[in-house]
């Protein structure tokens, strides 16, 4: 499974399950992380992978039917398939419910995780992992999807830390704020920020330099939930 969709099938929160597993999906279709005409994976396999009952799944693929977003088919080769949105991710209406309290709980706890890997990171990654991270920067300065990569990236510094608590807690923070920080990643106003930033965090880790690697990560995570904030208050 790649880095992408260990994300979109990382275990949902326990509260509001139903609720939790549309918007995870309905997000991760809407940010191109889940293709247009791809094929979910069974009902058993996806409602373990959520952590969910099967009975919590079929209602969550019932509202994404309902809204369009996934179309199952029946007989041989059937199944649950990703239907391309008719309008993009909504920053905006995914802000709406959070309050700026929330994303800073979030963003602080979020910062204090992506530090911690960063760090060990820098102490412990080996040149392989130094180059997978470096051909992510390649392909972010190609013009490729920044949420797509942006996940990949993390997740590759995560597994660099050789922790693997820290890489699971990983997996479960870009789930739950990872399509709000791919979204303000992507504004104007933050996009050359945010390539500096990643190639700092990536330089301090080739050349194991742990303290600015952690302080890279950190003020990384945070610039992205203040420009969050900002533009909840602004709502």
């Given at each position: 499974?790649?880095?992408?969709?260990?994300?979109?099938?990382?275990?949902?929160?326990?509260?509001?399950?139903?609720?939790?597993?549309?918007?995870?999906?309905?997000?991760?279709?809407?940010?191109?992380l889940l293709a247009d005409g791809e094929q979910l994976p069974s009902e058993t396999d996806l409602a373990a992978y959520l952590g969910?009952?099967?009975?919590?799944?079929?209602?969550?693929?019932?509202?994404?039917?309902?809204?369009?977003?996934?179309?199952?088919?029946?007989?041989?080769?059937?199944?649950?398939?990703?239907?391309?949105?008719?309008?993009?991710?909504?920053?905006?209406?995914?802000?709406?419910?959070?309050?700026?309290?929330?994303?800073?709980?979030?963003?602080?706890?979020?910062?204090?995780?992506?530090?911690?890997?960063?760090?060990?990171?820098?102490?412990?990654?080996?040149?392989?992992?130094?180059?997978?991270?470096?051909?992510?920067?390649?392909?972010?300065?190609?013009?490729?999807?920044?949420?797509?990569?942006?996940?990949?990236?993390?997740?590759?510094?995560?597994?660099?830390?050789?922790?693997?608590?820290?890489?699971?807690?990983?997996?479960?923070?870009?789930?739950?704020?990872?399509?709000?920080v791919w979204a303000v990643h992507d504004l104007p106003d933050r996009?050359?920020?945010?390539?500096?930033?990643?190639?700092?965090?990536?330089?301090?880790?080739?050349?194991?330099?742990?303290?600015?690697?952690?302080?890279?990560?950190?003020?990384?995570?945070?610039?992205?939930?203040?420009?969050?904030?900002?533009?909840?208050?602004?709502?």
């Open positions: 499974m790649e880095n992408a969709h260990l994300v979109v099938f990382a275990p949902v929160d326990n509260t509001a399950r139903v609720h939790a597993v549309v918007r995870r999906l309905g997000d991760a279709i809407a940010l191109g969910v009952s099967t009975v919590t799944l079929r209602e969550a693929l019932m509202a994404l039917r309902q809204q369009g977003l996934i179309e199952t088919r029946r007989g041989r080769g059937g199944g649950s398939f990703v239907r391309a949105p008719a309008r993009p991710f909504d920053l905006d209406e995914r802000l709406r419910p959070l309050s700026a309290e929330e994303l800073r709980d979030l963003g602080d706890h979020y910062a204090a995780i992506a530090g911690a890997a960063a760090r060990l990171a820098a102490a412990r990654s080996l040149p392989d992992d130094v180059r997978r991270l470096r051909r992510s920067l390649d392909e972010m300065a190609a013009g490729a999807r920044m949420c797509r990569l942006d996940g990949r990236l993390h997740l590759d510094i995560a597994a660099a830390s050789q922790s693997v608590r820290l890489t699971r807690e990983e997996i479960r923070l870009q789930a739950e704020i990872g399509p709000l996009r050359a920020a945010v390539d500096a930033e990643h190639a700092g965090i990536v330089d301090a880790i080739e050349r194991a330099d742990d303290a600015a690697a952690r302080d890279v990560a950190e003020s990384h995570v945070l610039n992205a939930v203040q420009r969050l904030i900002e533009r909840r208050l602004e709502l």
